[in-house]
């Protein structure tokens, strides 16, 4: 059995993950910003730390016991800095790292045009990445595919996504799951997942 620390529980994807997790008796703790609310899938085996994602106290608190973390969403990168303080506070080094496509950021000021913006997103989803791969941890890093992310018009063709979009979150879900059972499996790896499943 495994302790997971898992943050950015408000993406969708995010619940896939803690189910398939939860049915292989892993434990998990959930990192949830004040003001967030995510239910318990399970009280018995999961736990919910409310706090600033700055607060380095607070972080280490959750993180103690727990083997693995997982974002399942790419943070800002004074939040990326935060947990890997953590983390080496503790001597935690394998982290999972999802990363989406376009990833957005909370930022102190908005940039004056659309372009700027864009370019921002991702030179600081770029710095976050960097800053774990430096990082003395074994990370895993998924890049995740659009279409998980995209809203398209009802359509005949939309049964057909929605199926191609739950094969790609239970594949995902099934790379956190045996990298909770082997934490040496896929680590110090980026992995694209694929945007047409066959």
């Known amino acids: 059995m495994t302790k997971v620390m898992i943050f950015g529980t ?6 896939v993950i803690r189910k398939q997790l939860l049915a292989r008796d892993e434990t998990l703790v959930l990192y949830v910003p004040k003001k967030n609310q995510t239910t318990l899938l399970d009280p018995q085996r999961e736990s919910m730390f409310q706090g600033d994602l700055l607060d380095l106290g607070r972080i280490l608190r959750g993180m103690i016991g727990c083997e693995i973390v997982c974002l399942c969403e790419m ?11 953590a983390m080496k506070l503790l001597d935690l080094t394998r982290i999972v790292c999802l990363v989406k496509p376009e990833e957005s950021f909370l930022t102190d000021q908005i940039p004056e045009t659309r ?12 710095l976050s990445i960097r800053m774990i791969e430096e990082a003395m941890c074994d990370y895993t890093i998924l890049h995740l595919p659009a279409f998980l992310y995209e809203c398209s018009p009802e359509s005949d063709l939309q049964t057909s996504k929605d199926n191609q979009i739950r094969e790609a979150e239970l ?8 990298i909770s059972e082997q934490p040496t499996f896929l680590a110090k790896r980026t992995l694209f997942i694929s945007n047409h499943l066959s």
């Open 10 to 15: 408000q993406d969708p994807l995010s619940s």
């Open 75 to 85: 943070p800002e990168p004074r939040v990326t800095w935060r947990i890997i303080e």
């Open 115 to 126: 372009a700027t913006h864009k370019k921002h997103r991702s030179s600081q989803m770029a």
């Open 171 to 178: 594949q995902v879900a099934d790379l956190l799951a045996q």
